[in-house]
């Protein structure tokens, strides 16, 4: 069994751009539930000081979901630009053993 390790850097690169659809197609989904808004009325079913309760919390939620959206947004995007970094720096490196494999066995 070898020791070598081989990382097809098109597979990761692959990845990369699957990230950055993803990040893409969540763009829209952040405007949406950016622009969502319910007053205080949407809530009201008769009983006064229950709908603030009711409001309070549905804008609690909305932003949670604000932030785990724009937050997936933002990370998707990251997660593609570490798997180009990776797929580049494995090419880097394996460029680097070659030519010092090429001096070794050439000379």
């Keep these: 069994m070898s020791d070598e390790v081989k990382v097809i850097t098109d597979c990761v690169r692959l990845e990369a751009k699957k990230w950055r659809e993803l990040s893409d197609a969540m763009e829209p989904i952040k405007s949406s539930v950016n622009d ?27 932003s ?32 680097i053993s070659r030519l010092d494999l090429d001096k070794i066995y050439t000379a």
């Excluded at 009983?47 to 603030?52: D, H, Q, S, Y």
């Excluded at 604000?66 to 460029?95: I, P, S």
Aim: glycine letters at 8%; hydrophobic letters at 40%; a negative charge.
């Design 36 to 62: 969502l808004v319910l007053g205080p009325t949407a809530f009201f079913i008769g009983k006064f000081p229950e709908f603030l309760v009711q409001h309070g919390a549905y804008q609690k939620f909305q």
């Design 64 to 95: 949670q979901m604000n932030t785990a959206v724009a937050g997936a947004v933002t990370e998707f995007d990251q997660l593609a630009g570490a798997c180009d970094k990776m797929a580049n720096e494995y090419d880097r490196t394996d460029q």
